[in-house]
Structure formats: C-alpha cells, structure tokens
C-alpha cells in the first residue's frame, strides 16, 4: 500500500524515497465485506506509512470531509464494495468519482458480488453505472457468477 494513490502537492522523488517518506491513508465504506476491513486493518498495524480510515456508509459528504483534512502529500486510496452484500444496496459510484476527480486518489471496487449479474457485458456495477474505466482498481471473485475457485485483481498497467 505505500505506493498507493496519487500524492497530492507532493514534489517528485524516486520511488524507493517516495515510498519511504509518503503516508498513505485507506478510506473504507463502513459497510465493507470483512476481507476488506481485515486487509487494510492488518495494513495500518504493520508499523509502516498506512493509516485507516472510515467513511460512513455511501455518504460521499463524509468522505469529502475526511478526504479534505488529508495532508498534501499523502496518499490516499478509497475502497469499497460495488453491491453490499448484506443490505442489496450499491455503492455510490458516481459519487466516488466526482470526489476522485477532486482528490486524485486511487478509488478501488470490490466486484464480487456485481461482477457477471451487474453491466450490459457483467463487468459489474462500475460497468452499469458507467464509471468502469474511471475506477483504478477492479476486485473479484469467480465463486460467485463464474461458480470457479479463484478470483482477480484488474488494473492498467499505469496503476500496476
């Protein structure tokens, strides 16, 4: 996670400086899958650059809040669920967007339950919404729709 995002106001520097002197901060719908919320817990414990944040669940205002009192510089990554598994309900994509157009971080979806249901081609809810290609980060699983083992993580090669 510490090369996660854009930085900010931050001056250019080489990576491995980048890496070491960047603060990366997760924001995190409350309403998460468990597997997200472990992952980015276990990421701010590790003793490194990355600290944990949580947004009320879809409120967008929240999070421009919290996004507005990062520090310049710091990296930021946004995480979230398409479709919430427990309550039906999507996450504000678009909303996501426009505050990723504001704030330059790296926005990544957890497709797993949208992911062959969601979509005129089941590329998930990004792809019904119509913000597919402004997400930085897809997330799946095949043991869902595709009923496989296995799951995916899909990027440009820029984000890799």
Request: hydrophobic letters at 45%; glycine letters at 12%; a negative charge.
């Amino acid at each position: 996670l510490a090369s996660v995002g854009s930085a900010r106001g931050a001056p250019a520097a080489e990576p491995d400086q980048q890496q070491q002197q960047q603060q990366v901060v997760v924001l995190s719908d409350e309403l998460n899958h468990a597997s997200i919320i472990d992952g980015a817990r276990l990421a701010a414990r590790a003793g490194g650059q990355v600290s944990l944040q949580v947004y009320r669940h879809n409120d967008m205002g929240h999070l421009d809040s919290l996004l507005a009192a990062v520090p310049s510089g710091t990296r930021c990554l946004v995480i979230t669920d398409s479709l919430f598994s427990m309550d039906g309900d999507f996450a504000d994509l678009r909303g996501l967007v426009a505050l990723k157009r504001r704030y330059g971080f790296l926005l990544a979806v957890d497709e797993a339950h949208a992911t062959l249901v969601c979509g005129a081609n089941g590329g998930g809810a990004a792809e019904l919404m119509g913000v597919g290609p402004d997400v930085d980060v897809h997330i799946g699983t095949l043991s869902k729709a595709v009923g496989a083992q296995g799951g995916f993580v899909a990027c440009s090669s820029q984000v890799r």
